[in-house]
């Protein structure tokens, strides 16, 4: 008995090929939503790095950036990786300055593996070489990416001024100077 055939395969063949393409494609895992954690973990990084920049710890400020991370910071070039990140950091001393900022909003990408932060900073800083305070407000843009342990790492970072720096007076000081004795007054004599 003469079998028909296809591309000279036979029936037969053709249907165990079918069956094992079939069963060599299996359903994809479910999918595990770990977007609200991940939202958590970039919240706690922001504030950790916000805590540390207040109280001028910038020796910290590299360890939230990924290696190949990049610092876009206004009038100057970018900071390429981590090692220039931390020696821009070491800068910050001679500025005297004073960083407070915050997230407006956090999110994560469906994907799960890349995440970002928008928020405002002010930055107070003394010019090294005029002594001049001034006060610089404005926006930024961190973009976090997941590492392989599972923590989240800086691998973009923005800061926009909303307008030129504005010169604000040094705190005056609360110490008093020393005059010297004070003498009583005389009262005038009465005749």
Same mark, same amino acid.
């Given at each position: ?16 090929? !079918? %069956? ?47 290696? @190949?991370?990049?610092?876009? %910071? ?9 090692? *220039?990140?931390? *020696? ?15 997230? +407006?909003?956090? @999110? ?5 593996? %890349?995440?970002?932060?928008?928020? +405002?900073?002010?930055?107070? +800083?003394?010019?090294?070489?005029? /002594? ?15 590492? !392989? @342990? ?9 800061? +926009? ?5 504005? *010169? ?8 008093? /100077? ?6 009583? /007054? ?6």
């Amino acid at each position: 008995m003469k079998q028909k055939t296809l591309f000279g395969l036979t029936a037969s063949m053709l249907l165990v090929m !079918a %069956l094992s393409v079939v069963g060599c494609t299996q359903a994809p895992p479910p999918v595990v939503d770990t977007r609200d954690a991940d939202i958590s973990r970039i919240k706690e990084a922001d504030a950790a790095e916000a805590r540390d920049m207040a109280a001028k710890a910038f020796d910290k400020m590299a360890s939230y950036y990924a290696d @190949d991370a990049v610092l876009y %910071l206004p009038g100057g070039p970018a900071a390429v990786g981590k090692e *220039a990140i931390q *020696a821009m950091a070491k800068t910050l001393h001679d500025i005297d300055l004073d960083l407070k900022f915050s997230s +407006t909003k956090v @999110d994560v990408a469906k994907s799960g593996d %890349l995440g970002y932060v928008v928020g +405002t900073y002010t930055e107070l +800083t003394t010019d090294p070489k005029t /002594k001049r305070r001034s006060m610089e407000k404005g926006n930024y843009v961190t973009v976090y990416k997941k590492q !392989a @342990d599972g923590g989240w790492k800086i691998i973009h970072d923005i800061n +926009t001024p909303d307008s030129a720096p504005t *010169a604000v007076p040094h705190a005056k000081s609360t110490a008093t /100077k020393k005059i010297g004795k004070m003498r009583p /007054k005389k009262e005038p004599v009465k005749n």
